[in-house]
């Protein structure tokens, strides 16, 4: 009963509904009568419901067509946009990809040319430090190879890349030996530095600074800036690490190998030391600033090091003395001397004979006043005189590696 009921309120409430939609119909299309005046008489024509609704459906219709047209033309267009875009993306696709490939190109020409230059400076930083070596593993280890372009006849990388069939595969394979080469900077700047360290502890043997020592062997350079092809920061730092440990090494080597070593004379045994003693001459205590060798007169007076003469003649207290800079604030002093057997500006090597003992200047008798000076102190030259076997050969090894380095620098500047 109450569903009946509820069906019945249902279609009640339609009823009414429907009732209402057609008295708002008929109020909107009840009948309409449009008067007008003509010819002084007033007449009218009656518009129905029935002419109002089908000129409404006509309008209606008219609309829908247009509408339904538009759209038509609207989804037309839309699909033609679809398939232009659809073409303009495929030939984006195939320029881009065409670029790449491009790109690839220009990039293994590029990666290969600057690995060729980074290979030929690690060869130029190898060859005018140690010479001409045929194996990298001579410097390095086994491991340690840098690439194969680095060995005799081996063709340029980018003459070997200009024409790669796969960039892509071409690209890793130049970055695996730019990795290669890379490690092989970092290994030689290690064992650089540890070949540095002995040299220090040899100058450090001779009772001198290290630090004094090498910045004595700064010299002048100079030129335009030309920043390096390849900007990484992994390859400037590999490069500018290795450059910084040859700077550094070369600069305690040749300071090494200025430090006197050699006997300025073939005396075995010395008549006084260096420091405080009793003046020969008044008893009284006095500082003595070298060491003496007696000797015969007459005989031979030798460099202790390589060095250029600064000075020939007399001075008080010393006699006839010869003065040798051996560079790095390092100065030699022989004294006393009979005769002299160079001039001032002359270069002379460790051994040649400089002069003749004497007894000239305040001297008891015939010998041979020595000393050393750093940055003009006087120095004890006994560890100048006792040098332990190892440091000697450490600074023997330096010797020859610095006349390299000296000898490769004067062909270049001939050349240029």
Do not use: C
């Not at 491991?143 to 595969?169: F, I, M, R």
């Not at 040299?199 to 335009?224: D, H, K, V, Y």
């Amino acid at each position: 009963m109450g569903q009946q009921a509820d069906g019945t309120t249902l279609n009640s409430i339609g009823m009414s509904h429907l009732r209402d939609t057609r008295k708002w119909l008929s109020r909107i299309f009840a009948d309409k009568e449009v008067f007008f005046r003509s010819g002084g008489e007033v007449r009218f024509f009656r518009i129905s419901r029935t002419v109002q609704i089908t000129i409404v459906s006509l309008v209606v219709a008219v609309a829908l067509l247009w509408l339904a047209a538009s759209a038509a033309m609207l989804f037309n267009q839309a699909r033609v946009a679809g398939a232009q875009a659809a073409m303009d993306a495929k030939a984006k696709a195939v320029a881009a990809e065409a670029r790449r490939v491009n790109f690839f190109k220009r990039s293994v020409n590029d990666i290969a040319a600057d690995l060729d230059r980074r290979q030929n400076a690690l060869d130029d930083m190898v060859r005018s430090q140690f010479g001409p070596v045929a194996n990298p593993a001579d410097v390095v280890g086994p491991q340690e190879e840098p690439a194969a372009a680095n060995k005799p006849g081996a063709k340029k990388l980018s003459d070997a890349s200009a024409a790669p069939a796969n960039p892509a595969a071409a690209v890793g394979k130049l970055r695996a030996i730019e990795n290669r080469q890379t490690q092989f900077a970092r290994r030689l700047a290690m064992l650089i530095d540890q070949r540095a360290a002995k040299a220090e502890a040899a100058i450090r043997s001779f009772g001198l600074n290290p630090a004094q020592i090498a910045n004595g062997a700064r010299t002048g350079r100079g030129g335009p800036f030309v920043p390096w092809a390849d900007d990484s920061a992994n390859d400037d730092a590999a490069l500018a690490t290795l450059s910084r440990s040859f700077d550094r090494l070369n600069a305690l080597e040749q300071g090494l190998a200025a430090i006197p070593s050699g006997r300025p004379t073939a005396s075995p045994v010395l008549t006084s030391s260096y420091g405080y003693r009793r003046d020969p001459f008044n008893g009284h205590a006095a500082f003595h600033a070298g060491v003496d060798f007696p000797g015969s007169y007459g005989q031979p007076i030798l460099a202790a090091a390589n060095g250029r003469v600064v000075y020939v003649g007399g001075r008080p207290g010393y006699g006839n003395v010869v003065e040798i800079d051996h560079g790095h604030g390092i100065l030699t002093r022989y004294a006393h001397l009979s005769r002299f057997g160079v001039r001032p500006g002359a270069q002379v090597a460790r051994g040649d004979a400089i002069a003749r003992m004497g007894s000239t200047g305040r001297s008891t008798g015939t010998h041979l006043h020595f000393e050393v000076r750093v940055n003009g102190n006087p120095i004890n030259p006994t560890r100048f005189l006792e040098v332990r076997q190892d440091v000697l050969q450490v600074q023997q090894i330096a010797k020859q590696r610095i006349g390299h380095v000296r000898s490769v620098t004067a062909k270049s500047r001939n050349v240029g």
